[in-house]
């Protein structure tokens, strides 16, 4: 079994950057898939970004260039720097792990959720 808590998330003028962690319980951790989706209101739950155990990092098209996935083992812990953010980017941010070496859009576990809000 493993246990996501999300924090970082908050309010933040557009262009400005925030940075969402994620630590996750378990001893497995390293050999999990990890990644993010986010929820806005009125809209499906859609992904973001994710990180293989091996590093491999990939992007949704709308935060390619602005969003880095990262993660350290050794805290059992991933990150989402959020950088040039926009109002769009508005959203419920949920952190997800995966047995499958990529993130799938069914992960085996969820966090409960950070609320990033964008203001103009």
């Known amino acids: 079994q493993v246990q996501l808590e999300e924090s970082g998330g908050g309010l933040v003028q557009a262009g400005g950057s925030l940075r969402l962690s994620c630590a996750a319980s378990?001893?497995?951790?390293?050999?999990?898939?990890m990644g993010w989706f986010r929820q806005a209101p009125g809209k499906e739950r859609e992904f973001v970004a994710a990180?293989?155990?091996?590093?491999?990092?990939y992007y949704a098209d709308s935060v390619k260039g602005r969003f880095t996935v990262s993660r350290d083992n050794t805290k059992n812990t991933v990150y989402l720097q959020m950088n040039s953010l926009k109002p769009d980017d508005t959203a419920v941010y949920y952190c997800?792990?995966?047995?499958?070496?990529?993130?799938?859009?069914?992960?085996?576990?969820w966090g409960q959720g950070t609320q990033v809000t964008v203001s103009s």
């Open positions: 997800a792990a995966d047995r499958h070496p990529l993130l799938t859009v069914y992960p085996d576990y």
């Open positions: 378990g001893r497995t951790f390293s050999s999990y898939a």
């Open positions: 990180i293989s155990w091996s590093g491999f990092t």
